[in-house]
């Protein structure tokens, strides 16, 4: 377990730091090889059918730790319906929060709750409040970096960040993060024993999941191994610091795909989208906080890592283009 927060605050940068370098030299690579990344990708016009395999998908995927930005992205594109595009995946999203949200609704009432009663005692230190500030400062990374990417990145729908040779990379480097928190984590620390830096320090591990390929869920599970966290808890936690960040990105991209007319998809595949979306949201969070009570994660760094060395062979054979 790493005992110091520094420790894992320069482990999180690093972290950061490696996936943007090896997507880079990845994309340096493909150039070289002939299989430049597209620099323009053309979204693909989503049915009701797609839509709710998509919404499958992402409810499937959003909290497991195995990247839903990245299945949203290669499994249309395997099955030949083309890229649904950032609007449509993060429009769907909102399936995904409803579902967290009826889930937990016991934990955020009692949380909000004890949260206001413990500010009005000035009873700093109560669970509730702790959890509470642990959320609300987990979150400021990813809106902050969310942010820049924006400001300085317009077109990030096009970037080769969201390359499948990028999103394949992504998919190795954290399957093996995530193999060394499972094997070296103490995993003796419970949710009641939870404080305000846990969550700091989860949110900037959830920060990298603006990569897309990174996971968030694995990312945010990933770091709370480290800390020592049991993995139900670290589960547990992830799913309610990912609340704000996914209502976030959904909103903001609602308001983008409306504000353009919805191209991308009608109103109805959307509708249909979030439904499937939250409904299977759902099943995967229930099934995967009692999962990990008795399991560990290996069956997801074994996923993880086939599935990116799946893409990355798919791509040097000429199966699938570096779109």
Do not use: C
């Not at 499958?56 to 319906?81: C, D, M, N, R, Y």
């Not at 949260?115 to 642990?134: E, M, N, P, T």
């Not at 966290?229 to 795909?257: H, N, W, Y």
Request: aromatic share 10%; proline share 3%; net charge positive.
């Amino acid at each position: 377990m790493i005992r110091s927060p520094h420790r894992l605050l320069r482990l999180m940068g690093i972290g950061t730091a490696s996936t943007l370098l090896t997507l880079a030299t990845a994309e340096a690579g493909f150039t070289q090889q002939g299989l430049e990344p597209a620099t323009t990708a053309t979204t693909a016009q989503v049915n009701i059918f797609q839509a709710l395999i998509l919404g499958l998908v992402q409810g499937l995927t959003e909290f497991l730790p195995i990247s839903s930005s990245a299945h949203l992205k290669v499994v249309p594109v395997v099955l030949g319906w083309g890229d649904p595009g950032v609007g449509f995946t993060a429009v769907i999203q909102l399936g995904s929060i409803a579902a967290v949200l009826w889930f937990f609704w016991g934990d955020l009432v009692q949380i909000t709750t004890g949260s206001l009663r413990a500010i009005a005692q000035k009873d700093y230190q109560s669970d509730d409040f702790r959890i509470a500030a642990g959320i609300i400062l987990g979150t400021i990374p990813i809106v902050f970096f969310g942010l820049l990417i924006k400001k300085f990145i317009p077109d990030f729908d096009n970037s080769p960040l969201r390359s499948l040779g990028a999103i394949a990379i992504a998919s190795i480097f954290m399957s093996l993060l995530l193999g060394v928190a499972e094997k070296f984590g103490k995993r003796k620390r419970n949710f009641e024993q939870l404080g305000i830096l846990d969550g700091v320090l989860m949110g900037l591990a959830q920060a990298m999941a603006l990569i897309p390929g990174v996971s968030r869920s694995g990312s945010t599970l990933t770091a709370g191994l480290f800390m020592g966290l049991e993995r139900a808890t670290a589960a547990r936690f992830s799913f309610l610091l990912g609340i704000p960040a996914i209502t976030l990105a959904g909103l903001v991209e609602l308001k983008d795909v409306f504000k353009a007319g919805l191209d991308g998809a009608g109103l109805v595949p959307i509708i249909v989208g979030v439904i499937s979306a939250g409904f299977f949201s759902y099943v995967a969070i229930a099934w995967l906080l009692r999962f990990l009570q008795t399991q560990s994660t290996w069956v997801f760094i074994w996923y993880r890592l086939i599935f990116g060395v799946s893409i990355l062979g798919a791509i040097a054979a000429g199966f699938l283009k570096n779109i």
